[in-house]
């Protein structure tokens, strides 16, 4: 198992590729790094929840789980669309490097703007707890770590975090080879990504056979976001409906790919897969 393991970690390193980041890498960019959107189609429901699984090449390293529901942040006031997203390693990697991470948005469900955002971090013996609250009304987010608050920093009238974004580009009809360009912030910094939609495709997974579109991330943008090969190249698929399920990510580096794959659902009532 030692000589395992040790593979494992020696075909990453050299490329500066911690196992736990390209984990994160497939598992984070299934909800983020995508299109500006100005539309009226449904959100995601009450009860909606998609698993995928996590694969460096042919090996299943984890699994993740986007959920939706709604709830109040505090009692008495309006409830929120609540999405959670949470990432968990197996097998080889949950020996190397053990990741259990849970992250939350609270949405307006009217304006689809992120009230607050929340990220339980637990990797390896890296142990973070993060807040964003955002203020619409001055414009502002605030980031809190470990209990330790930021001075605000200035966002746009259509900004998300990270994890709300998804209920808006899931939304979003644009033609083939448009680039598209979001504001997203993670609380410390406002940063845009551009995205372009490339050719559609029919595309089989665990979870079943789709008409997807597919979505290239241009990765320049990620830096200093993410741990991963200067050549990394990031595609990502969403099927046809509206609001459109992630299917499937999938980065391609030197020696493989790491990709995470929709393996089922229960998507507006009706369940997807095996």
């Not at 020696?10 to 598992?27: D, F, H, R, T, Y």
């Amino acid at each position: 198992m030692r000589v395992e393991q040790a593979s494992f970690t020696q075909v990453l390193e050299p490329m500066g590729i911690k196992a736990s980041k390209c984990i994160l890498l497939v598992a984070l960019l299934l909800t983020s790094a995508l299109p500006s959107i100005a539309s009226s189609m449904s959100r995601f429901q009450e009860g909606d929840c998609f698993t995928y699984d996590l694969y460096w090449s042919h090996i299943r390293v984890g699994r993740a789980e986007l959920s939706f529901n709604y709830e109040s942040l505090e009692q008495g006031q309006p409830e929120l669309l609540h999405a959670v997203f949470t990432i968990r390693t197996r097998g080889i990697a949950d020996r190397i490097f053990k990741v259990r991470d849970r992250i939350e948005s609270w949405i307006d469900p009217l304006t689809g703007r992120p009230i607050f955002y929340k990220k339980k971090q637990r990797e390896g013996k890296t142990k973070r707890d993060i807040e964003v609250c955002f203020n619409w009304d001055s414009m502002t987010a605030i980031y809190t770590r470990n209990g330790k608050v930021n001075d605000p920093i200035t966002i746009t009238k259509d900004t998300f975090d990270p994890l709300s974004l998804i209920t808006e580009i899931t939304r979003a009809s644009f033609v083939e080879f448009e680039t598209r360009s979001q504001a997203t912030t993670d609380g410390k910094k406002l940063v845009y990504i551009d995205a372009t939609r490339k050719s559609d495709k029919r595309l089989k997974i665990k979870a079943g056979k789709f008409d997807a579109q597919q979505i290239e991330v241009a990765t320049n943008e990620l830096q200093g976001v993410f741990e991963k090969s200067p050549d990394a190249s990031i595609e990502l698929w969403l099927s046809q409906h509206k609001p459109a399920i992630p299917l499937k990510m999938r980065s391609e580096v030197s020696v493989g790919s790491f990709y995470g794959e929709l393996r089922e659902a229960i998507y507006q009532g009706k369940r997807i897969g095996p």
